[in-house]
């Protein structure tokens, strides 16, 4: 049996893992009404800009604010959205399978977003060709993913989508489709709504300028909302991973508690056994 300063020294070190995880779950808590917050303001003004583009677009397909043109890079681009450190349970791992299952070296090209996804892709000799920081503020600066983005013919983006505080699941959607099912959205929501054509405004310089530019308005916004969704998701995840070792840790500690109470006494009556040894000895040492 150890001894009882070990295991009280190894409880110790257990009871700091339990602060430490209540307090990174109390943060993870408070983030994720935070970001929520943020999805919510998000999709709202997404709502509003397509009420508009949808009036004014030209062309039924989304043309990402491109010129007529433009050159594009004949690869599909598979943009990763993942965190930016551990400590967020298998959640990155589950989107890097997902990824590689579609991955093909002479087909695609990869954007990855946080540094976690970039260590995942080294550990599977993955190449990637772009690298972001995942933003640790509120105000999330897009344009230089847009600048990438426009260049491909194809997009793709996998990132962690939250369904509920203990569920979290990976998706993976075509960029051009997932703006029109959110357009489709917006548009049950704008039915009814005043109309915008040239007949009742003026569009400088043209209609066209004015279409591109609404779509690179709603391109900004579905990416952005892709992040926030994902950072919602991964703090959900964290979340849970905190409360899960959490609960370890005290199951832990408690037991190493009982173990040293065990050790302590199981000492106590060691020491009381060779007291009583030797005083028997004294004694019959004394009698002789």
Known sequence: MRRPLEIKAEEASVRS?????????T????????????????NQFFDEVWGIYKQIRVDVLFNFGRQVDE????KELLILITAKGGLSGDIDQRLIRKFLERYDET???VLVIGYHGALKLKQSHVDYEYYFDLPEGDYINVDPLMDIIRKYAQSRIFYQNYISLSQQ???????????SSKGRVADMDTVGDNLVSEKNYIFEPNSYAVAAYLENSILRLTISQFIYDSRLAQVASRF???SAAKERSIDT???LHTEYNRSKRSQVDTRLKESLAGLKKIRAEGAA
């Open 17 to 25: 893992v339990v602060s430490l995880t209540s307090a990174l779950e």
């Open 27 to 42: 943060l993870s808590s408070m983030q994720i009404a935070k970001t929520k917050n943020k999805v919510l303001i998000s």
């Open 71 to 74: 050159k594009l890079v004949n």
């Open 107 to 109: 087909k695609n090209e």
């Open 169 to 179: 699941e990976i998706k993976d959607v075509d960029l051009s489709e997932a703006v």
């Open 240 to 242: 849970k991973a905190m």
């Open 253 to 255: 500690a408690t037991q």
